[in-house]
């Protein structure tokens, strides 16, 4: 996550630094619904590069992490454009969901 997401300095208020959005997939190893994401997010991280970054994070290892931004489920996918605006969903979402959303909210500011 470097020159991402600085979260280290002012825990409660960190602050997207990057110059690409991204989707910051919130997920654990034993979430069957996240298994079944992760290539989908693959394939979007391939089809995107250059344009977006695909950011995993184990909830399992990022304890804390995972608590400043309300995850309280998985897996969770935040949007974040590249003024800082995001958008939260949960749940499993097929790859057609997750398009619109990137061409429609996050490539297009």
């Not at 089809?47 to 992490?65: H, M, R, T």
């Not at 939260?88 to 500011?109: M, T």
Request: neutral net charge; hydrophobic residues 40%; contains cysteine.
């Amino acid at each position: 996550m470097e020159n991402i997401v600085d979260y280290t300095k002012n825990i409660r208020n960190w602050k997207f630094t990057g110059e690409e959005p991204i989707i910051m997939d919130f997920y654990a190893t034993w979430c069957g619904p996240c298994k079944a994401m992760a290539p989908i997010l693959e394939e979007i991280a391939k089809e995107y590069k250059g344009k977006l970054k695909v950011i995993k994070i184990d909830i399992d290892k990022n304890i804390e992490f995972a608590n400043i931004c309300y995850v309280k489920s998985v897996p969770t996918l935040f949007f974040i454009s590249r003024n800082g605006n995001f958008q939260r969903i949960i749940g499993a979402q097929p790859k057609n969901v997750i398009i619109n959303i990137i061409e429609s909210d996050l490539l297009h500011e």
